[in-house]
C-alpha cells in the first residue's frame, strides 16, 4: 500500500539523516522480516518503522544504504524483482523500475545482488551506522561484507574502522513529528475515538470481552485501518487491574467496570487512549470517587505538559494528585510528602504516567539526556495514562477492591503548550452514563 505521506517527507528525512551522518559514512538498514504464524500461513506483514520512515517502503525482502556524498546516488534500494507468478499468488511489487520511479530511490538492485554489491557500498567508507544485534542472521552477513573488504586491503581497499547505532540519530528525527505526520495522528485518533464510543454504546452486562474487541476492530477496519496499533486490553472487573490483559475472553458482569486499552494504527502511526466505564451504564459510589482521583490527576498531568518542562513533570504532577486522593478515600494514611518518598502508592498505582507515541505505541526517543530528563519539545507526542488498580486481595476494605481504572490520551506539545489528539473521547462521568443511554 502506498502511503498517504507526500514522497518529498521521505527525501527530507533521508538527506536530514545523511546530514547527521556525515561524509564518509553509510547506513544500512533492513526491513523487517516474514513470520510464520502456522504452517502455510503468515503473520500480516508489517513494516520495520525506522525502514518506512526513511523510504515509505512496505515490502518486505529489502534493505535501504545510505550514503552520503556518493556521486552514483546516496539512496540505495535492494528489493524484490517484478515476478509475474509471485504477484499473481502473493500481490503486486514495485520492483527496480518501481523503487526508483515512485519511491526515489537513486538506484535499485534485485534483493538477490545484495552479497555482489553490498562490499562495493562499504568500501572506502569510514563509518558504519547500523542497529547490530537486532537481527542476528543480517549482523552474520555484515560481518562476512566487511571482512570480504578487509581482505582487499593490501589492494589499497579501505574498509570501515567505526560501527556506530544508528538508533541516536535516526530516533531523535523520529521524536519531532512533521505537520504531515501530525495529520495521519488525527486521523488514527480520530477512529480510535469513534471505536470507544462505539464500545460504550453497544456495552451491557452478559455480553463478552471479546464482543467489546469486535466492536473495537471493526471501526478500527471500516476506517481504513489494517490493524490495531497494538493487542487491545478489554478487562472487565478484576481484569481491569492486570496491565497487559489480552484474554478478553471473560463475561461481563452487571456492576463491574471495563477497562478498554486500544488504539488504531493508520498508515503506520498510532493512536492510544484507555476508558473505564460501568458494563450496567452507571458507576457505583465506590468506582466514582476512584475514578474522579484518576481523572484529577490525568487533568493535572495534562496542564504540566508545555515546551521546556520535563518529561518527569506529568508523572510527579499524576502521582501527587493520585496519593491525595488516596488519602481522602482512607486508602493511605500518613503525610502527603511522606507518602509520596515512600512511593507508598505503589501497590495501586504501578507504572508510569505515559511514554512516546508515534509510528509505534511505545515510540523511540530517549527520555533522559545525560543522565536528566529530557525537555518537552514542539512536535513531541506522548501519553497520559494514570490509574489505579485496587486488587481482589488488597490490604482495604472490600468494598474498593477489584476495582481497576485507567484513563489515557494522546498529547501533542505545542508552542503554547499542549494539544489533546483524542479529547473525543468521553471520559468525564456524566457524558460516558449519557452516551451509554444512547444506541447506535
Given at each position: 500500500m502506498k502511503s498517504r505521506l507526500p514522497a518529498q517527507e521521505f527525501t527530507q528525512r533521508r538527506k536530514a539523516l545523511m546530514?547527521?551522518?556525515?561524509?564518509?559514512?553509510?547506513?544500512?538498514?533492513?526491513a523487517a522480516e516474514q513470520h510464520v504464524r502456522n504452517r502455510d500461513s503468515d503473520y500480516r506483514y508489517r513494516q520495520d518503522s525506522d525502514f518506512y520512515y526513511v523510504s515509505g517502503f512496505a515490502e518486505p525482502e529489502a534493505v535501504i544504504c545510505l550514503i552520503p556524498g556518493r556521486p552514483e546516488g546516496e539512496y540505495v534500494l535492494f528489493c524484490r524483482p517484478r515476478d509475474r507468478m509471485m504477484e499473481t499468488w502473493n500481490?503486486?511489487?514495485?520492483?527496480?523500475?518501481?523503487?526508483?520511479?515512485d519511491l526515489g530511490a537513486d538506484q535499485a538492485f534485485s534483493i538477490e545482488e545484495l552479497d555482489e554489491h553490498m562490499p562495493q557500498l562499504?568500501?572506502?567508507?569510514?563509518?558504519?551506522?547500523?542497529?547490530?544485534?537486532?537481527?542476528?542472521?543480517?549482523?552474520?552477513?555484515?560481518?562476512?561484507?566487511?571482512?570480504?573488504?578487509?581482505?582487499?586491503?593490501?589492494?589499497?581497499?579501505?574498509?570501515?574502522?567505526?560501527?556506530?547505532?544508528?538508533?541516536?540519530?535516526?530516533?531523535?528525527?523520529?521524536?519531532?513529528?512533521?505537520t504531515e505526520e501530525l495529520k495521519l495522528m488525527r486521523k488514527a485518533a480520530a477512529i480510535s475515538v469513534r471505536a470507544h464510543e462505539r464500545a460504550m454504546r453497544v456495552c451491557k452486562p452478559g455480553l463478552y470481552e471479546y464482543e467489546l474487541?469486535?466492536?473495537?476492530?471493526?471501526?478500527?477496519?471500516?476506517?481504513?485501518?489494517?490493524?490495531?496499533?497494538?493487542?487491545?486490553?478489554?478487562?472487565?472487573?478484576?481484569?481491569?487491574?492486570?496491565l497487559h490483559y489480552v484474554d478478553n475472553r471473560d463475561v461481563l458482569r452487571d456492576g463491574d467496570l471495563v477497562l478498554i486499552d486500544a488504539g488504531a494504527e493508520f498508515d503506520h502511526y498510532a493512536a492510544d487512549i484507555t476508558r473505564t466505564f460501568p458494563v450496567n451504564g452507571r458507576y457505583s459510589a465506590e468506582q466514582k470517587a476512584l475514578y474522579e482521583v484518576v481523572l484529577a490527576a490525568q487533568a493535572a498531568a495534562i496542564d504540566s505538559v508545555s515546551p521546556q518542562a520535563h518529561w518527569n513533570d506529568p508523572h510527579q504532577a499524576a502521582l501527587k494528585v493520585l496519593t491525595q486522593g488516596l488519602m481522602d478515600l482512607g486508602l493511605l494514611q500518613g503525610s502527603l510528602?511522606?507518602?509520596?518518598?515512600?512511593?507508598?502508592?505503589?501497590?495501586?498505582?504501578?507504572?508510569?504516567?505515559?511514554?512516546?507515541?508515534?509510528?509505534?505505541?511505545h515510540d523511540?526517543?530517549?527520555?533522559?539526556?545525560?543522565?536528566?530528563?529530557?525537555?518537552?519539545?514542539?512536535?513531541?507526542?506522548?501519553?497520559?495514562?494514570?490509574?489505579?488498580?485496587?486488587?481482589?486481595?488488597?490490604?482495604?476494605?472490600?468494598?474498593?477492591?477489584?476495582?481497576?481504572?485507567r484513563i489515557e490520551d494522546d498529547v501533542l506539545v505545542t508552542r503554547q503548550g499542549y494539544e489533546v489528539l483524542t479529547q473525543a473521547a468521553p471520559k468525564q462521568v456524566a457524558d460516558i452514563e449519557a452516551l451509554m443511554r444512547a444506541t447506535l
Open positions: 546530514n547527521m551522518m556525515g561524509e564518509g559514512a553509510v547506513a544500512i538498514l533492513p500481490g503486486y511489487r514495485a520492483g527496480q523500475e518501481g523503487a526508483v520511479r562499504l568500501a572506502g567508507r569510514e563509518r558504519v551506522y547500523y542497529a547490530m544485534g537486532l537481527k542476528a542472521a543480517f549482523d552474520h552477513r555484515m560481518m562476512d561484507w566487511l571482512n570480504r573488504v578487509r581482505a582487499k586491503s593490501r589492494s589499497g581497499v579501505h574498509a570501515p574502522g567505526e560501527f556506530l547505532m544508528l538508533d541516536h540519530l535516526l530516533h531523535d528525527l523520529r521524536l519531532f513529528k512533521s474487541e469486535a466492536e473495537i476492530m471493526h471501526e478500527f477496519m471500516r476506517s481504513g485501518c489494517q490493524a490495531p496499533a497494538y493487542n487491545s486490553i478489554v478487562g472487565g472487573g478484576r481484569n481491569g487491574c492486570i510528602d511522606d507518602l509520596l518518598a515512600a512511593e507508598a502508592y505503589k501497590p495501586y498505582y504501578m507504572h508510569r504516567t505515559g511514554h512516546w507515541l508515534g509510528m509505534d505505541v523511540v526517543g530517549d527520555y533522559k539526556v545525560d543522565e536528566s530528563w529530557r525537555l518537552l519539545e514542539p512536535g513531541m507526542v506522548l501519553t497520559v495514562e494514570p490509574g489505579l488498580y485496587i486488587a481482589e486481595d488488597a490490604d482495604v476494605d472490600e468494598r474498593w477492591r477489584g476495582i481497576g481504572i
